[in-house]
């Protein structure tokens, strides 16, 4: 007998009113069913207790609420595996159907109560998050320079190599996840450094200061001499998708050899260059009545100067890297100019296809390939035992990625999500 066999069998024999009873219960019925990584042509889920209880055919049991699920499709949460957060932005991810955020640099730290919701399975609003907290950067360097001066001077900043373990061990005491690098000049804008930056020895200090603290080094780069110098240095991840240049075949050849790992943010480069897909995004109406202003603001903000061979050239070299097979995961950058919690990630997987992803390809990156590379346990997958962070569309995703967009039905923890905006934040 097969293990979903099993399952279902198991969970014919549960007595009803215990099922039923349980908070976080219901099932889903006749669905098509993405798993986070292959799809099942119809099945009928079962949710107990906030967790998955069985995918299969196995009948549904007396007195559980039913959800139809003819003619739509079930994914998983989807995971946005770059963003910065801020007051109100979980809130704003979840009414998307995005329930883990993974944040990239953030001065909040709020380590305190994002560890204990994301172990949790009590009804909640907002989307789980992981995050690197302080980023490593030096004085005067990027995102500081974004910074007004008062409250950059405030904020930790590497000195030297020598003290890049004491400077990674003082992250990981305040709760980071993972450690997050800088290399930025700004080179990209016009070929001459404006920017202080990380030296060579200080990225590979630092690298090796997060490994042997058991932490993902990810670095922030904009410029493929960037991404060289992150990956010979042994970083686990590039934050970006660099926009200078066509990647060479030598440089993919070195990050495949690597297993280093890519965050998109092709949102981000899409805006950069001037281009409209955020704001005809922002139209939509299957987005427009959910988006709180803050949300509205983003997506719609232009770019004062508009770099129009960004986007082609970032969009190239992501289909390079697929094609050359490294790991791809789907970030956004949120909330840059261009991007919006929550909504961005569904741009993102259009990106995708466009780059050459097959929807199924598209939907992997901001489902299960995240969860298995940043470790994030019970989520990313619809399978038993997983948590039932759910998403319901209609139409058919894993043919026409666009369809994530017309969602029927959240659910986070096995519980259903309301998808009304804030007024403001």
């Known amino acids: 007998m097969s293990r979903f066999a099993l399952v279902i069998l198991a969970a014919v024999c549960v007595a009803t009113p215990v099922l039923a009873a349980a908070p976080g219960s219901f099932a889903i019925q006749h669905v ?12 009928n889920v079962l949710v107990r207790g906030g967790r998955i209880f069985s995918v299969g055919s196995g009948s549904i049991p007396q007195g559980v609420p039913t959800v139809d699920g003819a003619g739509k499709t079930l994914i998983p949460g989807l995971i946005d595996s770059h963003v910065h957060v801020f007051p109100g932005a979980q809130e704003d991810a979840l009414r998307f159907g995005v329930t883990t955020e993974l944040d990239m640099f953030d001065l909040a730290r ?14 909640t609003d907002a989307a789980d998050t992981w995050g690197a907290g302080l980023g490593v950067t030096v004085k005067g360097g990027a995102p500081l320079e974004m910074l007004p001066p008062t409250d950059a001077a405030k904020i930790p900043v590497l000195a030297n190599a020598v003290g890049a373990k004491s400077f990674v061990d003082a992250r990981v005491k305040e709760g980071s996840d ?15 450094k404006r920017m202080p930056t990380l030296s060579r020895d200080e990225v590979c200090a ?5 490994h042997a603290d058991k932490r993902l080094a990810i670095v922030h780069v904009q410029t493929e001499s960037g991404a060289r110098e992150a990956t010979e240095c042994g970083a686990d991840a590039l934050a970006h998708t660099f926009p200078d240049r066509i990647a060479t075949r030598d440089f993919l050849a070195l990050a495949k050899s690597h297993r280093i790992f890519l965050e998109t943010t092709l949102d981000v480069w899409a805006a950069a260059s001037g281009l409209d897909i955020a704001r005809k995004l922002a139209a939509d109406p299957r987005v427009a009545p959910y988006l709180s202003p803050f ?23 992501v289909r390079a890297m697929h094609k050359a097979g490294i790991p791809i995961v789907a970030g956004t950058d949120a909330p840059n100019s261009g991007t919006a919690h929550g909504v961005s990630p569904h741009e993102e997987l259009q990106l995708l296809v466009r780059a050459g992803f097959t929807p199924e390809d598209a939907l992997n990156a901001a489902t299960a390939l995240p969860t298995k590379i940043f470790e994030l346990g019970d989520r ?7 948590r039932a962070d759910l998403v319901l569309v209609k139409g058919d995703p894993t043919r026409r990625i666009g369809d994530t967009l017309s969602i029927v039905r959240i659910w986070k923890n096995g ?3 309301g998808r009304s905006p804030p007024k403001k934040h």
């Open 380 to 386: 990313g997958h619809i399978a038993p035992g997983y």
């Open 206 to 210: 630092t690298i090796a200061a997060a």
């Open 110 to 123: 709020d380590f305190a109560k994002w560890r204990p919701q994301r172990e949790s399975f009590a009804k």
């Open 295 to 317: 949300q509205k603001q983003t997506l719609t903000a232009k770019e004062d100067k508009p770099h129009p061979q960004f986007f082609p050239t970032a969009l190239a070299n």
């Open 178 to 192: 993972y450690i997050k690098l800088f290399i930025e000049d700004l080179s990209e804008y016009g070929g001459k």
């Open 415 to 417: 519980y259903a999500i």
């Open 32 to 43: 098509r069913v993405f798993d986070g990584v292959r799809t099942i042509p119809e099945a």
